[in-house]
């Protein structure tokens, strides 16, 4: 790895690995037994499987970045040329309950904490088939399934929103008059404007950085881009990369003009 760029044959190889390890997770979700943390948010061992073996193999691919897991912590130098985010099981509640819609996310950031490249492998979500792989390498072309994801033209309307379960009564519908649709996991429902036609934006919760990384790489390679409530761009500070803490408030995901449109049609209500 040089300062400036990722070995593609590296990638390769990771990407392959990520796709093993989610086929794993779905081969044992019918026996996976739930725990919960000191939060209350639900674990599995299928979570720390996966983070342990994603993280070890990161680490020996790519020993000069950085490597940010949901499930363990490890120190963060911002003069590392990258940093890998990590969601292990993204929806680890609809994973533990055999459900579908959850997904193992791994999103790229640069020195400058822009995210340039994305894996998303969500075994039991397809697009017409079974799985959902998408990979966005730094500096190259977006693929579904092996194929180009080419994203189709949307109108100008707000007419379908996709957004997370968790805090929807904190929302003010009343001037929106279009469709809601929720699925389990964070990074899924983000990445919705670019997979699903129909879907123009989504409202996320204030969460972590694992929780948006992934989709925030494909959206902007898509010019769409995450908003907070109040307009300004999502960016990757200290207080999320450093502190693992969540980013400051609601994210409004489409493009610009769109999320702006959203904020007023649909306001958060803290």
């Known amino acids: 790895m040089t300062t400036n760029s990722l070995d593609l044959n590296k990638l390769e190889k990771l990407y392959t690995f990520i796709i093993d390890l989610t086929r794993y997770a779905r081969a044992r ?7 919960f943390k ?4 639900v674990l599995t061992e299928i979570d720390l499987y996966i983070s342990n ?15 940010i897991s949901e499930e363990e912590e490890s120190p963060f130098d911002g003069e590392k040329p990258f ?8 929806g680890t509640d609809v994973f533990s309950q055999g459900m579908p819609s959850y997904a193992t996310a791994l999103g790229i950031l640069d020195r ?3 995210p340039v490249g994305a894996v ?20 190259s072309e977006c693929l579904i399934n092996g194929e180009p994801l080419v994203m189709e033209a949307k109108g100008d309307e707000i007419k379908q929103i996709m957004m997370t379960s968790q805090g929807i009564s904190k929302y003010d519908f009343s001037a929106y008059d279009g469709k809601i649709r929720t699925i389990g996991s964070s990074i899924l429902h983000i990445l919705s404007p670019v997979i699903f036609p129909q879907i123009d ?3 996320t919760q204030a969460c972590y950085a694992w929780d948006i990384s992934a989709s925030h790489a494909i959206l902007k390679h898509y010019s769409m881009d995450l908003f907070y409530n109040d307009g300004t761009r999502v960016e990757y500070t200290d207080q999320m990369l450093v502190q693992r803490k969540k980013c400051k408030s609601t994210i409004y995901a489409s493009t610009e003009e769109k999320a702006l449109r959203l904020m007023r049609l649909v306001p ?3």
């Not at 000191?38 to 948010?41: F, H, L, M």
């Not at 940093?83 to 993204?90: A, E, G, Y």
């Open 29 to 35: 979700q019918k026996k996976v037994k739930r725990h």
């Open 38 to 41: 000191s939060d209350g948010s």
């Open 53 to 67: 073996e994603i993280s070890k193999k990161i680490k020996e691919l790519f020993p000069e970045a950085n490597v």
């Open 83 to 90: 940093t890998f985010i990590l969601d292990p099981i993204d």
């Open 112 to 114: 400058e904490r822009n």
């Open 120 to 139: 998303i492998s969500a075994p039991r979500f397809g697009i017409g088939e079974e799985e959902l792989n998408i990979r966005l390498f730094p500096g």
């Open 201 to 203: 934006a989504s409202i």
């Open 268 to 270: 958060f209500m803290p």
